[in-house]
C-alpha cells in the first residue's frame, strides 16, 4: 500500500470511495469548521493531475492512468477536425459520439475492468464522457443527492465489497457562486452527505473521501488574449486556467515569444517543455500529443484567460485547471465504521 494512503485502508474487507467534486485541501483547511465530520477522519492531501480538471482528473483515478495514456487531456480537446467539450462529448455543432466513439476515444477499461457500483447523477448514464470513463461498471443513478447513502446501502447489503459514489455540488456553487454563505452553505450539506454514508456502513467498511481539484476565486480577473497573440493563433483548446494555443503554420516561434507578455501571471511553456517536464505522466501516445497546442498558458496568478467557445450558462467565479497548490492539492481522508 502506498505510503500517502490512510493506514485504516489496509486489510479492510469492504471499501466505499466517494468523490466529492470541487474539493480541494487548502479550501477544505481554510473552512473546516463546516465540515466536522470530515475533520475528524484520518490522513491528508496528495495531488491531482495536470490540468487540474474534472475531465481529466476523474479519468485518472477509475483507470489509475495518467493524462498522457488516457488521452483526455483537458475540457475541451482538439481532435484534429473540431475541439471536443469533453464533458458534454460535443462541440458547437453538436453531439460528437458518433464522429467520436467515446469507448474507442478512451479505450482503458475503469476499475482495472472490474464491474463495480457506480453511484453518479442518473441523468449521466450513457452521456459520451461517461461511456468514455466508466464504460462497464454497475451504474446506480442518484436523483437526489440524499439517495446516494441510500444506494451505497443497498449495494453492501447485496454483497459488494467496493462501491464509488461522486458528488458534484461543492463545485458547482463554487463556479457559481464563489467563496460566499452559498459555498459554506454547501460544505455543510456535503459534510452531513459524508456523516449520512458513514451512518449506513457495516462494520469495518473504510470510506474513503478525495476530490479531482481544487479552486480558485477569478471573479471578474479574465484576460482576452492581445491581438499581438490571437494572430498566430489558429485556434484554442483547454480551459480558461489551462489554455492551449494552437499556433498557424510556421508562427510556433512568433506565438511563444508574443505569449511571453503573459510570464507575470502564467507559465508560459511549450508543448516540448510540458512533455519533456512530464506534467501529463512520463508516457504519452502520439496521440495525445497531436491533442496538445504548441504554447500552454497555465495561470499561476488568479485570473483566467478567455476564449468565446468556452462559454456556459453563467460567468464562473471560482475556476480551476492550473498548478497552482490551491487547485492541485486534494484530500485523501478515511475512517473505518
Known sequence: MPSWMPGVVQGAPRIV?????????????????HMPTLASMTGGHITTVAPSTTATALTSLVTGLSPGEHGLIGYRVDMGDTVM???????????LRRRYPPQQTQPCPPFLGSSVPVLSKAELEGSGFTLAHLDGVKHMGWRAPSSIPVIVREALAAGEDFVYAYYDGIDKIAHERGFTD??????????????NVLSVLPPDTVLIVTAD???????????????SVTEHVHH?????????????RGREGALLDAARQYDDVAWVVTKQQVLEENWFGPRVSDAVIRRMGDVALAAHA???????????AFDLVCRHGSLTADEMLVPLLALKA
Open 213 to 227: 481539484h481544487g479552486q480558485v476565486h477569478v471573479g471578474d480577473n479574465t484576460i482576452v488574449p492581445m491581438a
Open 236 to 248: 484554442q483548446s483547454g480551459e480558461g486556467r489551462f489554455r492551449w494555443l494552437h499556433a498557424r
Open 85 to 95: 467539450n469533453v464533458l458534454r462529448w460535443g462541440d458547437e455543432n453538436g453531439d
Open 17 to 33: 470511495v466517494l468523490l466529492l467534486d470541487g474539493l480541494g485541501w487548502n479550501q477544505l483547511q481554510t473552512y473546516a469548521e
Open 302 to 312: 488568479p485570473v483566467s484567460f478567455e476564449e468565446p467557445l468556452d462559454g456556459g
Open 182 to 195: 452559498h459555498y459554506t452553505a454547501e460544505l455543510r450539506a456535503a459534510d452531513n452527505l459524508v456523516a
